[in-house]
């Protein structure tokens, strides 16, 4: 079967990106590759695994393009151009609007660190999610995979694995186990349940 054509969006670290890559290598994901990385930073050290998996990148900054509209258009040209089927944002630190998500309707995903409904929405990222779970004082929090549409955080949930919130946790000790035990999991494993067909979109 013809792998389905990957497009990963980041802005930073690129840890989930990683594990992506890492899963196509291992045979977890068997029927999804990765082809292409858009980064809106332009120092992203996501940009570095990807050139040494050997995966094309392009840099977009919206400084440049001049606002959100032409930022869009030409992320939107770039995908277009190289016949992607399913675009991952994997820390991708801008939000896309109803235009853009309409353009690829069920076909972008989203990893986001808690279990949504639960601290989602806008301003929620980063550590500020992982703050506001600690506030909370939740014993369990974890991660979300989901389609993106036009709400944030708001498209159907694909993929869920909770973590525990273990005394003496800070934001980043939070944030570093919710990525290994839940993010760096779940993200390969909805590539593939989508990208093999398993999983229907209702
Ligand atoms: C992750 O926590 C992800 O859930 C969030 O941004 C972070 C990105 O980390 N959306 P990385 O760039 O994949 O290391």
């Avoid at 497009?7 to 292409?36: C, F, M, P, R, Y």
């Avoid at 040209?77 to 109803?98: P, R």
């Avoid at 660190?113 to 929620?124: D, Q, R, V």
């Avoid at 974890?142 to 993929?159: K, L, R, S, Y």
Wanted: net charge positive.
């Amino acid at each position: 079967m013809l792998k389905k054509r990957v497009a990963v969006l980041v802005s930073g670290g690129g840890t989930n990106l990683q594990a992506i890559l890492d899963a196509e290598k291992s045979g977890l994901i068997k029927s999804a590759k990765t082809v292409l990385v858009i980064s809106n930073v332009a120092d992203a050290y996501a940009l570095k695994r990807a050139e040494k998996h050997g995966v094309k990148t392009a840099v977009v900054l919206k400084k440049e393009c001049g606002g959100q509209g032409p930022f869009e258009a030409k992320i939107a040209k770039i995908l277009e151009a190289e016949n992607i089927d399913l675009i991952v944002l994997a820390g991708f630190m801008s939000i896309l609007s109803e235009s853009f998500t309409k353009r690829f309707e069920g076909k972008i995903i989203n990893i986001h660190p808690s279990l949504i409904p639960s601290f989602c929405g806008k301003g929620f990222y980063g550590l500020r999610v992982h703050e506001a779970a600690l506030n909370y004082g939740v014993k369990v929090t974890g991660a979300t995979v989901h389609f993106v549409n036009e709400i944030p955080d708001g498209g159907e949930i694909i993929m869920q694995k909770a973590v525990d919130v273990l005394p003496g946790d800070t934001p980043e000790t939070l944030q570093r186990r919710v990525m290994e035990q839940a993010e760096w999991l779940i993200l390969p494993r909805a590539i593939e349940y989508i990208c093999s067909g398993e999983y229907q979109k209702t």
